[in-house]
């Protein structure tokens, strides 16, 4: 079961999301008499709450129950290899044929995990969370040194096995300006 659909009643945790369910609304103008207006959350806004609520969750499931106090890096992947049962990206193994190559011509029995893409912008909405929730940047657990080289591991390792290179993109560069006075003299075309 994915854990972003799990029906989720209980809302009681410790440190929790503010609610964005319902619509907020956001009075225009100082005068008691204008009209309100009703803005919803951005999808980000929504995705990062359930990412917030479905990590609360975990700690809350997890044996023994764990507050967002008291819950570390370790903690923190603990959870992303609890993710990766939901995984739906083919990661090849070393002994796989299809080992380094981006489209296999055949299915392998190579196991499905979660994409280095979507745990890095996980990891960074439940970063943003944490601290907007009350927690201090300096102890952010999703911003700790194992988690940052877990992320680097995955990034390397799923690169290597699909043949796939994760580099940053680079900036389109605007082509240099040409002498448009050069084009307006005879002979010069």
Not at 68 to 96: M, N, P, W
Not at 100 to 111: E, F, R
Request: proline share 9%.
């Amino acid at each position: 079961m994915d854990p972003y659909t799990q029906n989720n009643n209980n809302h009681n945790h410790n440190m929790s999301y503010q609610d964005f369910s319902s619509l907020s609304t956001v009075a225009s103008g100082s005068s008691s008499n204008s009209p309100a207006v009703v803005t919803t959350p951005s999808r980000y806004e929504n995705q990062k709450r359930r990412d917030w609520n479905t990590f609360c969750q975990y700690l809350k499931n997890h044996h023994p129950p764990l507050f967002i106090q008291q819950c570390s890096g370790a903690h923190v992947l603990e959870f992303l290899c609890y993710l990766d049962q939901f995984g739906k990206t083919k990661v090849h193994t070393l002994i796989c044929p299809f080992y380094g190559h981006p489209n296999p011509p055949a299915p392998c029995p190579c196991p499905l995990r979660q994409a280095w893409g979507s745990l890095d912008a996980l990891i960074g909405r439940l970063r943003a969370a944490y601290e907007e929730n009350g927690g201090a940047p300096e102890v952010n657990p999703f911003g700790a040194r194992p988690v940052k080289l877990y992320l680097r591991e995955i990034r390397e390792l799923q690169s290597k096995a699909r043949g796939i290179s994760y580099e940053k993109k680079k900036r389109k560069r605007l082509a240099p300006q040409q002498d448009h006075d050069n084009k307006l003299l005879p002979g010069t075309d």
